[in-house]
């Protein structure tokens, strides 16, 4: 299988790599991650073939696409999302969320797309949502998302540059690799300091946040690459949302360690909605598996014993 993956350098890029079956030939599309090489070379990774480049430049994309021949799946990972960013300004949600792809599916002639979008496309809902809910997405990053996931079906319909598609409207994921911005990172190093108990939480804590461990993560997205199922538009979640004071109260229980939360500011995602993986497990086969608990203690041991690449 020949299988290229845009946004490979990322967090979910770098744990499906990880965890592809060495037989499939993957070509890796990076943009300016210092460490990516290093982390294929470590990992000896050698049926990653790395391609450096900026999806915003044409020229670039159109002669990468006319090298690939035969590529029997695209997963697009790549995306900004730094929300707080794009609500400051917006226009960086056009630059490097919507144009990027615009000029992606210009030039990518394949069988197959398996497209990340997000859960955040719902913003603005309340309770319990699903793909045939009525969305009218109010922030930078949900419309980005959204719109890409509207152009994706113009081109698959339209201009038939690939034969099938499946949108996957991620809730998210913590674990090896990520961010340290992210909640659960942070998290972990509060836990690992003996000198330190309080946690900063941006507005009241009360909105949602439903993230499954990584290895949950890249489990089901391999089952969709393995399916054949197509043209459908999934939710992709652990359907266990939890508040963030309530996360947070947890992860002290897990490690016995008291923590104080302070609330500053606002939230630019305020989550009050919440979703279902049923059908992923009916479509793809795939439910969740791993706790809360077991994850974020995978998660610590993975930083106490790992040189981070």
């Known amino acids: ?28 599309i990076y943009r300016s991650s210092e460490t990516f090489l290093s982390f294929l070379d470590k990992n000896k990774l050698t ?5 450096k480049c900026d999806l915003r430049n044409a020229k670039e994309i159109k002669s990468i696409m006319n090298k690939l021949e035969n590529i029997d799946l695209c997963i697009y990972l790549a995306a ?21 792809l615009l000029i992606f599916l210009k030039y990518f002639n394949g069988n197959r797309l398996i497209y990340f979008s997000s859960g955040a496309v719902y913003i603005g809902l309340e309770g319990k949502v699903s793909p045939s809910s009525k969305i009218d997405p109010t922030i930078p990053y949900a419309i980005s998302k959204y719109t890409c996931e509207q152009y994706i079906k113009f081109y698959r319909n339209m ?28 998290l972990i190093k509060l836990i690992k300091d003996p000198e330190k108990n309080d946690f900063t939480v941006y507005g009241d804590g009360e909105n949602y946040i439903d993230f499954m461990y990584i290895d949950d993560a890249i489990r089901g997205l ?11 538009t999934v939710d992709f979640c652990s359907g266990n949302p939890q508040t963030i004071n309530e996360l947070v109260t947890k992860v002290s229980k897990i490690f016995n360690k008291e923590i104080k939360i302070n609330h500053v500011g606002d939230s630019p995602e305020y989550i009050t909605f919440y979703a279902s993986p049923e059908e992923m497990v009916r479509t793809f086969g795939f439910r969740p598996s791993i706790s809360l608990k077991e994850g974020f203690k995978r998660f610590s041991n993975w930083l106490d014993n790992t040189v981070h690449i």
């Open 159 to 186: 201009k038939k540059t690939f034969k099938e598609y499946v949108i996957l409207r991620f809730f998210g994921a913590y674990g090896p690799h990520e961010p340290p911005k992210k909640i659960s990172a942070k």
């Open 1 to 28: 299988m020949n299988i290229l993956v845009a946004g490979a350098s990322g967090f979910i890029g770098k744990n499906l790599l990880l965890k592809m079956p060495k037989k499939w030939n993957v070509f890796g």
């Open 80 to 100: 900004n999302t730094n929300v707080r960013e794009l609500v400051g300004e917006p226009i960086l949600d056009l630059d490097t969320n919507i144009f990027p």
């Open 47 to 51: 049926n990653v073939l790395p391609i």
């Open 222 to 232: 391999l089952a969709v690459v393995q399916s054949n199922k197509a043209d459908v």
